[in-house]
């Protein structure tokens, strides 16, 4: 099966137009303090063609907003890149003068690298001639994989809790990254969507292996008490909405497998018979697979029927 592919921009642009305050005061916070964040509007997408190169480029994220104490307005742009690209202060400079030409107001470029290897990301681009400097671009930047991830698990910021998935750790930290994320989110006390949207994003670029995820629930029972109980109350809450989208694909493949078997049965009623034994026997297969898994995690056969609904017997002969 082809691995999917991720659609970075969008899953940082989410991120950050959710959290904007957040993300300023988190990198920038001089830039935090001088912006008046009652003001924060979010510009529509700018499409530029590059005539020369037939392509075209899409700006991740403009923010309309004001200086304190000054009049006018100015324009964040944010450009989030997954890739290592030689020419990228060029194309930042390119949407600095689009946008200027555009909206002919002052603009604050943000840029933020977000791949897996380390590299020293310019934050310039410089035209000079030995005697005269023609151009002394500059935009602010932020190199994900250099950040000490220890360093953000201690302040209760939204931004910090997601991105910690894309800063510099090792393969072996990986179950405490979790942890702390998880420990975080609970502090955050967000409301349901907020907090999809960042364990939705966590769990795209960290993602943990069967035994990784019974290492994390070990480490989380070892915690405090009290927050050892809403950490895992955390970690059940979103292993149970897998469970419950595991038995609605299955129940979508059993239909679709009944309408194919009714269809071939040429009947209106076999047809009704196919549709009906494809989608019990889905819910059924989704159970048990879910069943499998949550069995190879350690949860206990109580959760597991609680959860799925299967019979105690049929969870049993699964543990064999």
């Known amino acids: 099966m082809a691995k999917q592919r991720i659609d970075h921009d969008r899953l940082f642009k989410e991120l950050l137009s959710t959290f904007f305050e957040d993300f300023l005061l988190l990198f920038f916070p001089d830039v935090y303090e001088h ?3 009652h003001h924060l509007s979010f510009l529509s997408e700018e499409l530029f063609t590059d005539v ?3 392509e075209k480029h899409r700006v991740d994220l403009l923010v309309e907003t004001k200086v304190r104490g000054e009049d006018g307005l100015v324009i964040v742009h944010v450009e989030h890149q997954s890739y290592k690209q030689r020419t990228f202060p060029e194309r930042m400079f390119l949407y600095f003068s689009r946008l200027f030409q555009k909206h002919r107001r002052r603009i604050l470029p943000i840029a933020i690298f977000s791949y897996d290897e380390r590299h020293d990301e310019p934050s310039s681009l410089m035209i000079q001639f030995p005697f005269l400097t023609v151009l002394d671009f500059r935009f602010l930047t932020v190199e994900l994989r250099k950040l000490p991830w220890r360093e953000y698990i201690r302040r209760d910021n939204p931004v910090a809790a997601a991105l910690l998935s894309k800063m510099g750790y090792n393969e072996s930290e990986k179950v405490e990254v979790k942890k702390e994320f998880l420990r975080i989110l609970v502090r955050l006390e967000l409301d349901e969507a907020k ?40 970690i059940i ?13 299955g129940v979508k493949q059993g239909i679709e497998q009944g309408l194919k078997q009714g269809i071939k ?3 209106k009623q076999g047809m009704k018979q196919g549709i009906e034994q494809g ?3 889905g819910i059924e297969e ?10 190879a ?3 206990d056969v109580d959760t597991i029927h609680e959860l799925t609904g299967l019979p105690a017997e049929k969870i049993e002969q699964l543990k064999k």
């Open 35 to 37: 912006i008046d964040v």
């Open 52 to 54: 020369t190169a037939g």
């Open 195 to 234: 907090q999809r949207l960042l364990f939705g994003f966590f769990e795209t670029y960290l993602r943990l292996s069967e035994a990784e995820e019974i290492q994390l629930r070990n480490e989380v029972s070892q915690m405090e008490t009290k927050e050892a109980k809403q950490v895992m109350e955390l």
């Open 237 to 249: 809450s979103y292993e149970q909405r897998g469970i419950e989208k595991g038995i609605q694909q």
């Open 265 to 267: 049965q040429g009947m």
């Open 279 to 281: 989608r019990q026997k």
């Open 286 to 295: 989704g159970k048990i697979d879910i069943a499998k898994k949550m069995l």
């Open 297 to 299: 995690k350690g949860y």
